[in-house]
């Protein structure tokens, strides 16, 4: 029995796959798998429930009672990750104003599309990297509970910053309400007090930690570079979340605050702007991944073009830092630091998640290190290899398709023509 529900998206049509006694068999013309040097062609994928039960040489033909998606002209590769997303906003000319008058559920309701985009783009499984007053910890539930539709979301919750720095959501407010209002509770200053930002987001339910090692661009600040944590303070972060099991993710700009942050052990990089190759050394020696979001650099610097888009604080340092992102990760890919794809979407519109794509084989990364960079070195990261990352027997059923040959051609990525997550069809 196949099972339809309506959804608002025109596009979007789900259908369980499989039941019992009869499987749900995909001819894909081309596969990459994930794991696998080179793409295989005419492949059978057997899905049953939310499983892939086995992969096989061949177009197997259909027996009574299965269902067959043809996607014998397609290039089929596992359900894409993005390790840097912000699904509870999309940045525009009213994003400062936003930030004043949108509460709790307001980003709510903006996230539904947001995450329905998401998914529809192909991206099954995201990382949510700071959002506003929690709100991602919900909207995990929702989606993992099926109350929408949405990729998997691994959360940070709110991040964690310094007074005045990056992720001080009270910066925009001026001068009437501070950093110490309940609603925020986005900064710590001095190791006891990160200790215990740090113990308020394993308790909020997060699965990740992210921290503003220096200034960033879109925040109400002056400085996108400078460090923003002392080591002391680093050092009680990084030790605190590794004792609950929880990565590091550390936005850093400036050179010296990423080599803090590398050095008090940090799991990963975030943007990396100017990191030296000193730094890069230090990375590979100690295992720190590097997420590059050359899309959020190159939206910025575009949108900077108009001299009344951004606050005039914002406007300098999306011109400074935006268009260095592409140049420190073609050094970084090159000096052998480990990448993980992240987009940083949210700023710029969700959706467009695959154009990282594009940036990063510009930029000289082969096109299959791209793909795996999306599919099985996150999963591996994330430490869900066992069910994600791959087209593989026994594990979940995330499966997108694109027209095309994605090692020909990248900006194939950008146009997904099928997504199944868990066994359920979302576009078709
Ligand atoms: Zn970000």
Redesign the pocket.
């Known amino acids: 029995m196949i099972r339809f529900r309506k959804t608002a998206a025109a596009t979007c049509l789900l259908l369980a796959a499989g039941t019992a006694g009869a499987a749900t068999l995909i001819h894909a013309g081309r596969l990459i798998d994930g794991v696998s040097d080179t793409p295989r062609v005419r492949m059978t994928i057997v899905v049953d429930g939310n499983r892939i039960t086995a992969v096989e040489a061949g177009f197997r033909a259909a027996a009574a009672g299965d269902e067959m998606i043809d996607l014998s002209a397609a290039t089929v590769l596992p359900g894409l990750m993005d390790m ?1 997303v ?1 699904l509870t906003g999309e940045q525009s000319r009213r994003s400062e104003l936003d930030a004043v008058k949108k509460g709790e559920a307001d980003r709510a309701y903006d996230s539904v599309p947001f995450v329905m985009r998401t998914l529809l783009a192909g991206f099954t499984t995201v990382r949510n ?2 959002d506003q007053f929690n709100v991602s910890i919900a909207l995990k539930h929702a989606i993992d509970d099926g109350r929408i539709a949405g990729p998997r979301i691994f959360t940070a919750g709110r991040s964690i910053g310094t007074t005045g720095g990056h992720a001080d959501a009270s910066n925009v407010w001026g001068p009437y309400l501070s950093s110490d209002d309940p609603r925020l509770h986005t900064v710590c200053n001095g190791a006891d007090s990160c200790r215990e930002a740090v113990r308020q987001r394993y308790k909020d339910g997060v699965d990740s930690i992210k921290i503003t090692a220096t200034g960033g661009v879109l925040s109400q600040a002056k400085s996108g570079t400078a460090a923003q944590f002392t080591a002391e303070e680093l050092a009680a972060i990084v030790s605190t979340a590794h004792d609950y099991g929880l990565k590091v993710a550390a ?1 850093a700009h400036g050179t010296e605050g990423i080599k803090r942050a590398v050095r008090a052990g940090v799991d990963s990089i ?1 943007h990396g702007t100017f990191m030296d190759d000193e730094t890069m050394r230090m990375m590979k020696d100690k295992g720190t991944h590097y997420v590059p ?1 050359i899309s ?1 650099g190159k939206w910025v610097y575009e949108q900077a073009q108009d001299p009344t888009y951004f606050p005039p604080i914002i406007r300098p340092k999306a011109l400074e830092v935006g268009p260095q992102i592409q140049g420190t990760f073609a050094k970084a890919w090159k000096a052998g630091v480990t990448i993980m794809f992240g987009t ?1 979407t949210g ?1 710029g519109p969700h959706g467009g998640n695959a154009r990282e794509f594009g940036f990063m084989v510009e930029a000289g990364m082969p096109a299959m290190a791209a793909i795996r960079s999306a599919t099985i070195v996150p999963a591996r990261y994330l430490g869900v290899d066992d069910r994600l990352g791959s087209i593989e027997g026994g594990k979940l059923a995330d499966i997108v398709a694109v027209p095309g040959d994605p090692l020909a051609d990248i900006h194939v990525m950008e146009h997904v023509s099928f997504v199944m997550k868990e066994g359920v069809v979302y576009r078709r």
Do not use: F, P, S
């Open positions: 840097h912000h990297l700071g936005h975030e979001t959020a940083d700023v």
